[in-house]
């Protein structure tokens, strides 16, 4: 086994076991919660199906990643290939847009009454099972080339124009036109969530920042209460636009630079990056949840969470 290979399985290795056990956390302290409670607040449903697609990305790539790495077992083949690919680009990017999702509905939740938003906040929640329908069906849709184009590396590597390396696959176009449109198609997809997601933390930041002002000179527990709700929620916003627009944002430069390439396949380091920095955004996210959300944690360490009136802070610790 060469140094190359060593490190591709530690980094595969690292992620898993990040964004394995992380996610199953987040996920069980749902269910839990929908079991207890036989109900789900509509930014809980959200952050249970997020952490679903996240454990899909990690559980998928990453850990078959690392066990082809350390040569433990090798499932790609054709079949393989095809049925990977499709599921984590699929997963991925159902990743992005439920997380836009979530920005959203904390935007139009945190909107106050008489505004133009407030009938959107009323109509909101019984739409949200459409919205999931229709994201899956999207990114399915979109993700459907995989399983046309995808192979195994046993294929003849010489003979793999307009094609992809992806260390163990090969993702091969049929011309340079359909590839560059692909991946066109691709980057708008992550692309306009990310740039809504952006737009709809910038309102909830402008928000509290502006109520802050407002009860700055109230000193009372329960206004100090709420200021530190207040604090927390703006942090995990900032937190999460960060790691997307860090994590996605070199993801996406280093598939425009596979697309642009001279050569007639990119380099599968090229594909580790992408594959790494698209993943990693799946293995840290369950630690944010874990941390700012007092759902999750009351379920995690057996407290029983304190039944009052719904704050800010229940309806932002969710992010």
């Avoid at 069980?28 to 789900?40: G, N, P, S, T």
């Avoid at 206004?223 to 937190?239: C, D, F, G, I, P």
């Avoid at 050569?263 to 920095?277: K, Y």
């Avoid at 407290?303 to 009052?308: D, F």
Wanted: with cysteine; glycine share 4%.
């Amino acid at each position: 086994m060469n140094s190359q290979a060593i490190i591709r399985g530690v980094l595969y290795l690292t992620l898993t076991l990040l964004g394995v056990p992380g996610n199953l956390l987040v996920m069980w302290a749902f269910c839990h919660l929908a079991l207890c409670d036989r109900k789900l607040l509509p930014a809980d449903a959200i952050v249970l199906h997020l952490a679903s697609v996240n454990f899909l990305v990690v559980a998928v790539r990453c850990f078959l990643e690392m066990l082809a790495a350390f040569s433990i077992a090798n499932v790609f083949n054709d079949t393989g290939c095809k049925s990977v690919i499709f599921i984590y680009r699929t997963s991925r990017a159902l990743s992005i847009w439920l997380t836009c999702v979530l920005s959203g509905f904390q935007c139009v939740s945190i909107a106050p009454p008489g505004s133009r938003w407030s009938g959107v906040k009323t109509h909101a929640p019984r739409y949200l099972g459409g919205i999931f329908l229709f994201l899956w069906v999207l990114n399915t849709s979109i993700s459907s080339p995989s399983v046309v184009f995808s192979m195994g590396s046993h294929n003849d590597s010489t003979q793999m124009e307009h094609s992809i390396n992806v260390e163990f696959c090969f993702v091969r176009f049929p011309s340079s036109t359909v590839k560059q449109a692909n991946g066109a198609v691709q980057v708008v997809r992550d692309v306009v969530p990310i740039f809504l997601m952006v737009l709809a933390s910038l309102f909830i930041l402008v928000f509290l920042y502006r109520h802050s002002q407002q009860v700055k000179s109230i000193r009372s527990a329960k206004q100090n209460q709420k200021q530190s709700a207040e604090t927390r929620a703006a942090k995990t916003v900032v937190t999460l636009v960060t790691l997307y627009v860090l994590f996605y944002g070199i993801d996406n430069v280093l598939w425009i630079y596979t697309l642009t390439v001279t050569q007639t396949m990119s380099s599968s380091l090229v594909s580790d990056l992408r594959i790494f920095f698209s993943s990693l955004y799946a293995a840290v996210s369950p630690i944010i949840i874990i941390a700012s959300n007092k759902k999750v944690n009351s379920r995690l360490t057996c407290v029983r969470p304190e039944k009052g009136p719904q704050s800010m802070d229940t309806t932002l610790s969710t992010l």
